[in-house]
Structures are given as structure tokens and as C-alpha cells.
């Protein structure tokens, strides 16, 4: 089973630009899905963006498209969420998860090895 590791998360200004990486350890990553989830304070963890096991395919929840970009380099098992125009709103803990459910899943219990973290915060 994979296990993940997240960073790259920060405080910025609204407006700038962050990229966050997951790192996998498990010799199975090119064979799976990935997604980014967030979660914000008092809040269940939401979808927001994924990509499907080659790279070829990615989709975003509505509230980051235009905004933020998934990518993956599938020789370093690692994941990534460029994000930019940053709003205040997507102030929240960002997690990667690996898609053991169909490619183009957007339900949470289809993913899981679920990373620790990483802490996005956006100022107004």
C-alpha cells in the first residue's frame, strides 16, 4: 500500500501562488489515480482535483478550475497541486489520496492512504 507524504503548504497573500507535492513510497503509484482533497475548519474534507493513473486525464471541483493545476511525474512517485490566484476561501489542510475506486471518482471513500497534511492559509 502506498503512504504518502504532503508539502509544499503555506501562509500567502491572496492572490500568490503555492505548489504542493505528495510523495509516495510504494512501488505501485503509476498504477493508481491520485486526488487532492482540503479541509477546512468545522468542515468535512472535500474534492479538488485528481488525474488518472497515466497523467493524461484531470478534473477539478468547480470552486479551484482555471485556478489550480494537478500534475504528476510518475518516475519520482510524486503528485502535485499548483495553485494560483489564491482566495482566502481555500484556506484549509490539504491532503493527496490515492483512488482505489474508478478514475474519475470525486467521493472520498473512494480514496485512501490518506497523507498527514499540509496547511494552506490565505490572507485577505
Known amino acids: 500500500q502506498e503512504q504518502l507524504l504532503e508539502s509544499g503548504g503555506g501562509l500567502v497573500q491572496a492572490g500568490g501562488s503555492l505548489r504542493l507535492s505528495c510523495a509516495a513510497s510504494?512501488?505501485?503509484?503509476?498504477?493508481?489515480?491520485m486526488g487532492w482533497f482540503r479541509q477546512a475548519p468545522g468542515t468535512e474534507r472535500a474534492f479538488v482535483a485528481g488525474i488518472t493513473a497515466s497523467g493524461a486525464g484531470t478534473y477539478y471541483a468547480a470552486s479551484v478550475k482555471g485556478r489550480f493545476t494537478i500534475s504528476r511525474d510518475n518516475a519520482k512517485n510524486t503528485v502535485y497541486l499548483q495553485m494560483n490566484v489564491l482566495k482566502p476561501e481555500d484556506t484549509a489542510v490539504y491532503y493527496c489520496?490515492?483512488?482505489?475506486?474508478?478514475?474519475?471518482?470525486?467521493?472520498?471513500?473512494?480514496?485512501?492512504?490518506w497523507g498527514q497534511g499540509t496547511q494552506v492559509t490565505v490572507s485577505a
Open positions: 489520496g490515492v483512488n482505489y475506486g474508478s478514475s474519475w471518482s470525486l467521493r472520498e471513500k473512494d480514496f485512501g492512504s
Open positions: 510504494g512501488r505501485t503509484f503509476s498504477n493508481y489515480a
